[in-house]
Nanobody, 125 residues
Framework: QLQLVQSPGGQVQPGGSLSLSCEAS????????MAWFRQAPGKEREYVAS????????NYADIAKGRFTISRSNGMNTVFLRLTNLKPEDTAVYYC??????????????????WGPGTQVTVSS
């Protein structure tokens, strides 16, 4: 079964940038819609962005529009999330997720059946 390995997060100052990556264990990745979610302490997990299997279609939550960019490399079996102009309220554990049975994107976490372990992003001065 597909497994997802996430790169380490990090701590950045407000206004800073950070890139996250999520590598899949098999080339089945190329048939999966992918997404990023995040969960801040004491809050529910929330949708950030998603991308279809070819990478040609992306979707962003309002919190991400204009600041975050999702992309993928099917040759590398990897999905990326570029975070820019970070704010303290972006502090959270970020998770990548795969739709094991669909090549389309979705904003609903229930549609994703394979999850990465999460990586901490802290925005603080």
């Amino acid at each position: 079964q597909l497994q997802l390995v996430q790169s380490p997060g990090g701590q950045v100052q407000p206004g800073g940038s950070l890139s996250l990556s999520c590598e899949a264990s098999t080339s089945a990745f190329t048939r999966n819609g992918m997404a990023w979610f995040r969960q801040a302490p004491g809050k529910e997990r929330e949708y950030v962005a998603s991308i279809n299997s070819s990478g040609g279609i992306t979707n962003y939550a309002d919190i991400a529009k204009g600041r975050f960019t999702i992309s993928r490399s099917n040759g590398m079996n990897t999905v990326f999330l570029r975070l820019t102009n970070l704010k303290p309220e972006d502090t959270a554990v970020y998770y990548c997720a795969a739709r094991g049975h669909s090549d389309w994107y979705s904003v609903d976490s229930e549609d994703y059946d394979i999850w990465g372990p999460g990586t901490q992003v802290t925005v603080s001065s």
